[in-house]
C-alpha cells in the first residue's frame, strides 16, 4: 500500500513540468550576469572606437597637411556623412585627389567648417583648405557613439578634434 502511494505521488511529480524557485532565481542571475558583462564589453568597445577614430581624423589631416606642402599644391578636406574625402587644386582646378583615399567614419561625426570660405577660394564643397605654406582653415569635428548621438547613453564623452591655422589640435591629447 505505501509502495502504491509512493509510486503515484513519484509519477505525479514527473508528470508536472515545472521549474522550482530555486531553479527561476539562479537562471535570473546568470542571465543578470552576462547582461552586465555584455554592457560593459559594449561600453569599452564604443570608447575605443572613438579613440582610434580621433587619433585616425588627426592623423589624416596631418598627411594632407605634409602632402600640401611637399607637392606646393592645395587641398581641401570635405566632410561628409560617409567620411572625409580630399580635393587638390591643380592651376585653380579642383579635382578628387588620387594620391589621398578617402576616410570614413567608424563612429558618428558633426563638424563645422568656414561657409564664406566656398565663395572666396571658388571650392567645390564645403570643407577644409590646406596651404602649400602649412596653414589650414580653422575647424572642428565632434565625434560620438549611435548612442550618444541618440541621448542614450552619457557615459562615454564626444571626443571634439579642434585645431587653428597651424593645424595644432586644440584640447586633450590621446
Do not use: C, H
Not at 39 to 65: G, Y
Not at 81 to 95: A, H, N, P, Q, Y
Not at 122 to 149: A, D, H, N, R, Y
Amino acid at each position: 500500500m505505501y509502495s502504491n502511494l509512493f509510486k503515484q505521488l513519484s509519477r505525479r511529480r514527473l508528470s508536472e513540468g515545472g521549474f522550482t524557485l530555486i531553479e527561476v532565481m539562479v537562471v535570473v542571475v546568470i542571465i543578470s550576469i552576462v547582461l552586465s558583462v555584455g554592457m560593459l564589453s559594449l561600453s569599452q568597445n564604443e570608447e575605443s572606437q572613438l579613440r582610434t577614430q580621433t587619433i585616425k581624423v588627426k592623423s589624416f589631416l596631418k598627411f594632407v597637411s605634409d602632402l600640401s606642402a611637399f607637392e606646393q599644391k592645395m587641398y581641401l578636406v570635405v566632410p561628409e556623412k560617409t567620411g572625409l574625402t580630399v580635393f587638390r587644386s591643380d592651376k585653380g582646378i579642383w579635382e578628387s585627389s588620387t594620391k589621398v583615399s578617402a576616410m570614413s567614419w567608424l563612429v558618428e561625426a558633426e563638424w563645422q567648417v568656414e561657409p564664406s570660405a566656398v565663395r572666396r577660394y571658388e571650392l567645390p564643397k564645403p570643407g577644409w583648405v590646406f596651404w602649400p605654406s602649412g596653414e589650414v582653415t580653422p575647424g572642428s569635428i565632434t565625434l560620438m557613439t549611435l548612442s550618444q548621438k541618440l541621448k542614450q547613453q552619457e557615459v562615454i564623452e564626444p571626443q571634439v578634434i579642434q585645431w587653428n591655422v597651424f593645424l595644432q589640435f586644440e584640447g586633450k591629447d590621446l
